[in-house]
């Protein structure tokens, strides 16, 4: 991408602004697990704690984040797990089409299975060389650098592996079920276009 290059209709915030739907959660370390469940090829349900997670192997993404509300803020390194490895971790069942990305207090956000595997799409432990902050999504965050803010749960804790496709929290609330900021797909309604 040239630098400086925004979707349309985005333009650029100042700094890092917060945004997310109610409270930041506490990291409770002792209580905190990564699962990956649902359509697994064994039907087994995955887990690691915290520490099991910081062994697994990490990538750095230069990303570019935007909000379907209009701002976008540039040029993050993040730092952290590509979200593939996991398939790798816990096999899918055959036909698993679609991932529900889960966080803290039922937040989700539903990821093609394409989109997950993406080489940018990357489960985060620290932005440009610091540990996340609580408010930006400590101690895990999916980031999907291609797809608006939304589909990037903070306070990751789940990933389910669905055949069907369903749709995750703010694609329940009006928001585009792909949502690709480069071709605009931001509303719902938009849906009616075409996918
Ligand atoms: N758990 C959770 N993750 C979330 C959200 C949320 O409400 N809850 N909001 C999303 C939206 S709409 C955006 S634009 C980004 C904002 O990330 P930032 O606060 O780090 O800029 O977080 C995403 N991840
Ligand atoms: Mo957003």
Redesign the pocket.
């Known amino acids: 991408m040239e630098k400086g290059m925004l979707p349309p209709g985005q333009r650029l915030a100042k700094g ?7 409270p930041v959660p506490r990291f409770r370390p002792e209580r905190w697990t990564l699962q990956v469940f649902g359509a697994t090829a064994n039907k087994t349900t995955y887990s690691w704690t915290f520490e099991e997670v910081t062994a697994l192997p990490k990538v750095t993404v230069v990303a570019d ?1 935007h ?3 209009g701002t976008s ?1 540039t040029g993050h390194t993040f730092f952290g797990i590509p979200a593939r490895v996991l398939l790798d971790l816990a096999p899918p069942a055959e036909g698993v089409s679609h991932v529900m990305a889960w ?3 039922g ?1 989700s956000a539903n990821l093609r299975l394409e989109d997950f595997i993406a080489d940018s799409t990357v489960m985060a432990t620290h932005h440009d060389d610091e540990v996340l902050t609580a ?3 400590f101690p895990l ?1 999916l980031v999907v650098p291609h797809l ?3 589909k ?4 990751l804790r789940g990933i389910e592996y669905m055949t069907q496709d369903r749709r995750g ?2 694609e329940e609330r009006g928001f585009h079920n792909i949502a690709d900021p480069w071709t605009g797909r931001r509303h719902s309604y938009q849906e009616d276009e075409g996918p």
């Open positions: 890092w602004p917060v945004s997310h739907y109610g984040l909000c379907a509300s803020t966080a803290e207090y937040y408010e930006h999504g965050r608006y803010g939304y990037g749960p903070k306070w929290f703010w």
